[in-house]
T-cell receptor, first 110, second 114 residues
Framework: LAKTTQPISMDSYEGQEVNITCSHN???????ITWYQQFPSQGPRFIIQ???TKVTNEVASLFIPADRKSSTLSLPRVSLSDTAVYYC???????????FGTGTRLQVFP | EAQVTQNPRYLITVTGKKLTVTCSQN?????MSWYRQDPGLGLRQIYY???????DKGDVPEGYKVSRKEKRNFPLILESPSPNQTSLYFC?????????????FGQGTRLTVV
């Protein structure tokens, strides 16, 4: 089973770039890597998804090395409103399951 | 507006009293699932459904039931709730589960069993 491991928490200041790395050693060939953001008392919200190399959208970038055993979510110039919990998860192709990790709590300070 | 709607948002009940948490999506998604979220444990999948009349157990199915009679609805049933089922519950839906897919989550139901 592809389980994910992330740092429990991270601190940053407004305007800085934040990189959150996720380890997924047992990722299978057809699995996708997805990141979600969750604010208190709200459901998780999709940020970005990728399979390999680099993916970029209007809010974040996702870097996936060739071996795909890890991935890095990059948030450019964070603001106070980026304070949230970020989940890395792997869609397990062979079991049709989305496996959430325990998430990384990002605190952004002024 | 595309959304996943859960009801109720908050519920306090007593041990053993059957309850149902409803979940409805208006996006014609095939895949729906239920998660519970507990401090320090992240989100754990309870049940999921690939399509109408097709359901399967997730990682923590004990004490829960689900049904999928219509594509848009996926209720979570607790036949005899116990205090260890006190948790924050989320319903999610997605257009498919294979390949690149974005899951949409409801706002959550905070359940307290006393």
């Amino acid at each position: 089973l592809a389980k994910t491991t992330q740092p429990i928490s991270m601190d940053s200041y407004e305007g800085q770039e934040v990189n959150i790395t996720c380890s997924h050693n047992n990722i299978a060939t057809n699995d996708y890597i997805t990141w979600y953001q969750q604010f208190p008392s709200q459901g998780p919200r999709f940020i970005i998804q990728g399979y390999k190399t680099k993916v970029t959208n209007e809010v974040a970038s996702l870097f996936i090395p060739a071996d795909r055993k890890s991935s890095t979510l990059s948030l450019p110039r964070v603001s106070l409103s980026d304070t949230a919990v970020y989940y890395c998860l792997v869609y397990q192709y062979n079991t049709d399951k989305l496996i959430f990790g325990t998430g990384t709590r990002l605190q952004v300070f002024p | 507006e595309a959304q996943v709607t859960q009801n109720p948002r908050y519920l306090i009940t007593v041990t053993g009293k059957k309850l149902t948490v409803t979940c409805s999506q208006n996006m014609n998604h095939e895949y729906m699932s239920w998660y519970r979220q507990d401090p320090g444990l992240g989100l754990r999948q309870i049940y999921y459904s690939m399509n109408v009349e097709v359901t399967d157990k997730g990682d923590v199915p004990e004490g829960y039931k689900v049904s999928r009679k219509e594509k848009r609805n996926f209720p979570l049933i607790l036949e005899s709730p116990s205090p260890n089922q006190t948790s924050l519950y989320f319903c999610a839906s997605s257009p498919q589960i294979t390949g690149a897919v974005e899951a949409f989550f409801g706002q959550g139901t905070r359940l307290t069993v006393v």
